[in-house]
């Protein structure tokens, strides 16, 4: 991803994009010139996947932000020193369903 300069979600938000171009063009002919039930059904198909990955995009996004930012810091007890030192909450959320498990 890196070498290939993709940031977050910018590959899979421009492939969504590319598939969305396409699918608007069809829908333009499809309206011109009509269609079978065959094809109708499958720009619906291809609609309702494009709102699927557009959805996955803005979740990735969210939780990508969630995660990099550098303020979230929990502050927990070294158990070994005593000292007290700062996690990110990521680190925390992990140390607490290691706390809870069986």
């Known amino acids: 991803e890196d070498e290939m300069g993709v940031v977050g979600s910018s590959f899979h938000s421009?492939?969504?994009a590319f598939c969305k171009s396409r699918l608007?063009?069809?829908k333009k002919v499809e309206s011109e010139e009509g269609s079978g039930m065959?094809?109708?059904a499958a720009i619906s198909?291809?609609?309702s996947k494009l709102s699927y990955h557009e959805k996955l995009i803005n979740a990735f996004d969210t939780l990508n932000?969630?995660?990099?930012?550098d303020n979230l810091k929990d502050i927990v007890?070294?158990?070994d020193s005593?000292?007290?030192r700062s996690i990110s909450s990521w680190a925390s959320e992990a140390l607490?369903?290691?706390l809870v498990a069986p």
């Open 38 to 40: 065959a094809r109708k």
């Open 65 to 69: 932000n969630f995660e990099s930012k």
């Open 77 to 79: 007890m070294d158990e």
């Open 24 to 26: 608007d063009q069809v």
């Open 96 to 98: 607490s369903w290691l």
């Open 14 to 16: 421009q492939a969504v």
């Open 82 to 84: 005593g000292d007290l």
């Open 45 to 47: 198909d291809l609609e």
